[in-house]
């Protein structure tokens, strides 16, 4: 049995980050890592993927992107050097190679089994990741024989076949590859639920500097309406390219993407599909334009209308007007389904009763129901940004403080 | 905050829906979702020709058998052209009935949470269906429609992306909206 005041669980940024703030504040402590530091980076990634947030924007505690490309998009080759050198510039304490198998309550602690030795601890960081296990609809188990693929498992469309294709789920994931796996000459029809639409560049500036720039992405988990609303967006239609393109229904449609609504059954080799779609595109080109109307009612109430360029509104996305609503996949040549259906964090490890109804971590901003845990890095966990690389600084340091202040009053009591 | 996030209604608006009750069941049902556990029903019986009659009384929700004031009554015929005697609407015609009255109460909630005060809220709906499915004439034309088209006309203290944002909204928490769009389990039983 080793020791240590706290343990955290996972050296990806949010872990480090976390590293860093116990580091200042002198709190003793060892960051466990399955693999290597950025393990999801390295491993749970498709080849082409970049980075949805700018160069400039991957800011770590006392570390910086400075680099020739702060407009850029990192590669995943580049954010795992990026976070691998993070963890060399604070020195953290990481032991890799080191799964955790199962933590429990122990006295005013816990134990922390791995696959290689079991520690003591305090207090305890969950920075696991949001994304550790591919979420899909119960309906996928009644597929007909087409090979499935989760975006776990995908590289890239050279180990698809060469018929048709149909992605599931229209985020961050099922539009990216939509429009790789369109350019390699496949057929591609995408299954469209509610998303968020919106544009790579507005008013010559990225949308993230927007988001950044008006508050938008340090806005609190304690001062929004419908908590529970914002922490189950779907993710960003946005990709990062070198052209800082937009991708977003319209362009896909124009790349020749087909659409669908969302896949809600299957009946033999048929998939049946929602007749929704025109509404979820209703309201995603809604929530884009006011978004982009508050952002332009920002530049103006500074004064800085002449700082930028002018403001505009993009074409509403356009949806044949009788979207298909069953297919029988076989016979339309479709020969790969890909599940970007979303992603949930894995707590099979977890033999402390802090999780509710649904499977998720019951916590307020972080701090979870029991006695010195914590977890970091899920969405909108204590601000917009907290599941970014980007906001996990400022989450780690509140939770440092709030650590420190959990020992003093355990020492007082 | 800023003026990114979702505002809250500072604005005050009377549109006779009680949004502070509809926030506090979902409030208490999501604390104890077995209640939120209902079941609708309807009793319908065969008066003549295609004439019929529902009775629609008690329905089950919060864990009990909810009694009504009122035992409600809908009759549902056929045309003359179907060779009925017309006395009722047809049942597709209550579903966009239906469809159209869930989408305005959504309406009124969601722009009495938002704010925005209503002065009228009209729709018009028309459906196609092409009669070669139930008479059984082509395989390949479904009994149903094939499409509905709904259309509002709406007077409220808004402006018209605000209005739109509102019917969105209404569409995506309406349960008739969703039994429409999507399938849904039919167990049919005789005794």
Not at chain 1, 136 to 147: D, S, V
Not at chain 1, 386 to 408: E, K, N, P, R, V
Request: aromatic share 6%; with cysteine; net charge neutral.
């Amino acid at each position: 049995m080793r020791r240590t005041t706290t343990i955290v669980i996972g050296a990806g940024q949010s872990g480090l980050a976390m590293s860093k703030h116990l580091s200042d504040r002198g709190i003793d402590h060892v960051v466990l890592e399955r693999g290597e530091v950025a393990h999801s980076w390295r491993t749970e990634r498709w080849n082409s993927l970049r980075l949805l947030t700018p160069n400039w924007q991957s800011r770590l505690p006392g570390f910086a992107y400075s680099g020739p490309d702060p407009d850029g998009y990192m590669t995943m080759p580049e954010v795992v050097a990026y976070v691998q050198a993070y963890a060399d510039r604070i020195d953290a304490p990481v032991e890799t190679g080191t799964t955790v198998t199962r933590v429990s309550r122990s006295g005013d602690g816990y134990l922390v089994a791995t696959d290689r030795e079991t520690w003591a601890c305090r207090t305890l960081v969950i920075a696991s990741g949001a994304c550790n296990v591919p979420v899909l609809p119960a309906l996928a188990e009644r597929l007909p024989q087409i090979a499935s693929l989760t975006p776990f498992q995908y590289r890239a469309p050279a180990q698809l076949s060469a018929s048709g294709v149909m992605i599931v789920g229209a985020s961050a994931t099922g539009v990216q590859l939509a429009r790789e796996i369109r350019a390699s000459g496949r057929e591609v029809l995408l299954c469209v639920g509610e998303h968020v639409r919106l544009p790579r560049l507005y008013r010559g500036r990225d949308i993230k500097w927007w988001m950044e720039a008006t508050g938008m992405m340090d806005a609190r988990y304690d001062e929004v309406d419908d908590l529970d609303r914002v922490r189950r967006l779907p993710s960003l239609q946005l990709i990062g390219t070198p052209e800082r393109s937009t991708i977003d229904l319209n362009a896909l449609r124009a790349a020749g993407v087909a659409f669908v609504g969302k896949l809600v059954a299957v009946d033999g080799a048929k998939a049946k599909f929602s007749g929704s779609l025109a509404n979820c595109c209703a309201l995603a080109d809604l929530k884009m334009n006011r978004l982009l109307e508050s952002i332009d009612a920002w530049i103006d109430a500074k004064g800085w209308a002449d700082s930028f360029g002018p403001p505009c509104r993009y074409e509403p996305t356009l949806i044949a007007p009788n979207p298909l609503l069953e297919l029988d996949l076989k016979a339309a040549g479709i020969g790969t389904i890909i599940w970007a259906t979303g992603f949930r964090p894995d707590y099979s490890w977890l033999d402390v009763p802090v999780l509710d109804r649904k499977g998720r971590l019951r916590h307020t901003g972080g701090v979870v129901a029991s006695p010195g845990m914590y977890v970091i890095g899920l969405p909108f966990m204590r601000r917009r940004k907290s599941s970014f690389i980007d906001g996990a600084g400022d989450d780690a340091a509140d939770l440092a403080a709030h650590m420190s202040a959990y020992f003093t009053r355990a020492a007082a009591a | 905050m800023t003026t990114m996030t979702m505002k809250s209604p500072t604005k005050t608006a009377n549109n006779g829906v009680n949004v502070a009750a509809l926030l506090g069941a979902r409030d208490s049902l999501s604390k104890a979702p077995a209640a939120a556990a209902f079941k609708w029903r309807v009793a319908c019986e065969w008066v003549n020709g295609t004439h019929s009659r529902s009775a629609i009384g008690s329905f089950f929700g919060l864990g009990t058998d909810q009694p009504r004031k009122n035992t409600f009554t809908v009759e549902a015929d056929h045309p003359e052209v179907f060779a009925a005697e017309d006395q009722a609407p047809t049942p597709v015609e209550i579903v966009l009935s239906g469809l159209a009255s869930c989408l305005t109460a959504g309406v009124a909630a969601v722009a009495q949470n938002r704010g925005i005060q209503l002065h009228s809220v009209k729709s018009t709906l028309e459906a196609d269906m092409d009669l070669q499915g139930i008479l059984g004439i082509d395989e390949d034309v479904r009994n149903g429609f094939s499409a509905i088209r709904v259309h509002f006309d709406i007077k409220a203290d808004a402006t018209p992306d605000e209005i739109a944002a509102v019917v969105a909204q209404s569409q995506k928490r309406s349960a008739v909206y969703d039994i429409i769009t999507n399938p849904t389990h039919v167990l049919v039983t005789v005794n």
